[in-house]
């Protein structure tokens, strides 16, 4: 016999819990399935020994437990972001039951509310949420299968730190967030670094005065609407890489070069131990120094619009990647390299949901997650209205305008 429940939340990270929150505030009968043994799986799971979060401590706005201690300006290290999550859910006993795998949400006959079924149990509720997050499987180009089995390749969240990989030089494939942050502990390690380069950008870590985030709330660069868009495939583009790592630093390709990271175009193919490299290296850099030139322009303007006492910076200018060689070819096992991490982010499963209620790329369709199927919502993706939907900054409103929708 199913369980019958207002409203069921599927997935209890940041997204799921926050919602969860809410509805309790409302006084909103619900349960959180959470497929792990803890909450904030993704976190927990998903990140190197040495992460830090890489926008300020301020930043983590879980609502009801943001942070207010005395680091304002400081990044949390791994074990702290974890720990609040734990301390988050037992501070409001919020109602999360864990081990428990949603296999399928299927909408009841006649439209009325949902059958969502577990490993072990089957529930029947008037309101589904979606909190799985967008990080969910780990993106790989078809080609990696004719990599020799020779070259461990493993995924950015499967990296832990330099010792646990083999020894020999190690490719990195993307230069993200998380590709640049591993690429540049693996190098300071006296490791041999390759790292493919793409067209995301990056930011200084601080700019006339304050951390180069705090500018990026301020400017409403991180409240800028998903209608803003140029069009929906522009919701994958990566953010500008940083490092809270060290208490926050700036990282940039060019210094990688002038450091001795082999610096590449964009990995095409592979077969066998060779691979194939596209001749966009320069391009790309390109881009990456372009993005850093509009941000800093776009805090000026701030800056001098309102006023502020915001005294001038000159940012350095390097360009030593302009120097390197381009590669099309290169012999994995003729330079060392016995790693490969693919750092070119995540792509969406097969929905759970057993309706058609994504577009091509498995990214639901909805509006500021609403779908379209009365009793059906989304939370903590990419981009659901703004810029800052999936992170701990902005999460909550999202959140807090589902529950609201389910409470009237």
């Not at 994958?236 to 990688?256: I, R």
């Not at 001749?279 to 790309?284: A, G, H, Q, Y």
Request: aromatic share 10%.
């Amino acid at each position: 016999m199913a369980h019958q429940i207002d409203t069921l939340i599927v997935g209890g990270g940041q997204a799921g819990l926050s919602t969860s929150y809410y509805l309790k505030q409302h006084g909103r009968s619900h349960l959180v399935l959470e497929a792990a043994a803890q909450a904030g799986n993704a976190w927990r799971t998903g990140r190197w020994d040495s992460f830090t979060m890489v926008t300020p401590n301020w930043t983590f706005r879980l609502p009801g437990g943001e942070y207010n201690d005395g680091d304002p300006h400081g990044f949390m290290p791994l074990q702290e972001i974890v720990a609040r999550f734990e301390q988050y859910v037992e501070r409001y006993q919020l109602p999360v039951r864990y081990n428990t795998r949603v296999t399928s949400v299927e909408q009841k006959p006649g439209g009325r509310g949902y059958r969502v079924t577990t490993v072990e149990q089957v529930y029947e509720a008037g309101n589904v949420v979606v909190a799985t997050g967008s990080f969910q499987a780990p993106k790989k180009p078809p080609f990696s299968s004719r990599l020799s089995p020779r070259v461990l390749q493993i995924h950015t969240g499967e990296y832990r730190n330099p010792a646990a990989l083999p020894p020999g030089a190690v490719l990195v494939a993307g230069s993200g967030q998380s590709g640049c942050q591993i690429a540049e502990e693996l190098y300071r390690s006296g490791r041999i670094v390759y790292l493919c380069v793409g067209s995301c950008g990056r930011a200084p870590r601080r700019y006339r005065g304050r951390d180069m985030f705090e500018w990026l709330d301020l400017t409403g660069f991180m409240s800028v609407s998903v209608d803003a868009l140029p069009s929906p495939r522009a919701r994958f583009a990566g953010n500008p890489h940083l490092s809270g790592k060290d208490n926050g630093h700036t990282l940039n390709l060019h210094q990688f070069a002038r450091d001795g990271v082999w610096l590449l175009g964009r990995l095409q193919d592979a077969e066998g131990s060779k691979i194939r490299l596209a001749p966009d290296l320069k391009e790309n850099l390109a881009k990456s120094d372009q993005v850093e030139v509009d941000l800093l322009k776009m805090v000026d303007a701030y800056i001098e619009k309102r006023g502020l006492d915001a005294p001038p910076e000159s940012v350095p200018q390097l360009r030593d990647g302009y120097a390197a060689e381009e590669f099309e070819q290169l012999d994995l096992a003729a330079a060392g390299i016995s790693t490969l991490i693919w750092a070119q982010g995540y792509v969406y499963e097969p929905s759970l949901v057993n309706l058609p209620v994504t577009d091509a790329d498995g990214y639901p369709l909805q509006k500021r997650g609403v779908s379209a199927y009365p009793g059906l919502y989304f939370v903590g993706q990419h981009w659901l209205s703004t810029r800052k939907s999936a992170i701990l900054l902005g999460v909550g409103e999202d959140a807090a305008y589902i529950a609201s929708k389910i409470a009237a």
